[in-house]
């Protein structure tokens, strides 16, 4: 059995961040400014951003793979088999959206 890899630090810097009104702060903003990172922080309490368009996607992937019930909670102890399982669900994913868009 190998080790767990450790988690690497990402080869470079995102040019530009979007966030919701949960890290709507000053220091947040201050940060990314300081590292030349564009950001799009919704402000707190405000309902129109625009933030939804660019989030809407990641949350639709998060829910679609929710249908596969062995992604749901993590059982497989391997993490090997559980990434297998998450490439198999994101494959009949698109394959799904083809065939529906083809048809």
Request: aromatic letters at 8%; a positive charge.
């Amino acid at each position: 059995m190998q080790p767990a890899a450790a988690a690497a630090a990402p080869a470079s810097l995102p040019d530009e961040v979007y966030a919701d009104g949960g890290y709507d702060s000053r220091a947040n903003r201050a940060l990314l400014r300081s590292r030349k990172i564009r950001h799009r922080i919704a402000r707190r309490n405000q309902h129109n951003s625009g933030l939804g368009t660019k989030r809407w996607v990641v949350e639709q992937t998060i829910a679609l793979l929710h249908w596969f019930r062995r992604l749901r909670i993590r059982w497989e102890i391997r993490h090997d088999i559980h990434e297998a399982f998450l490439k198999l669900a994101c494959s009949l994913i698109c394959w799904r959206r083809l065939r529906s868009a083809l048809s």
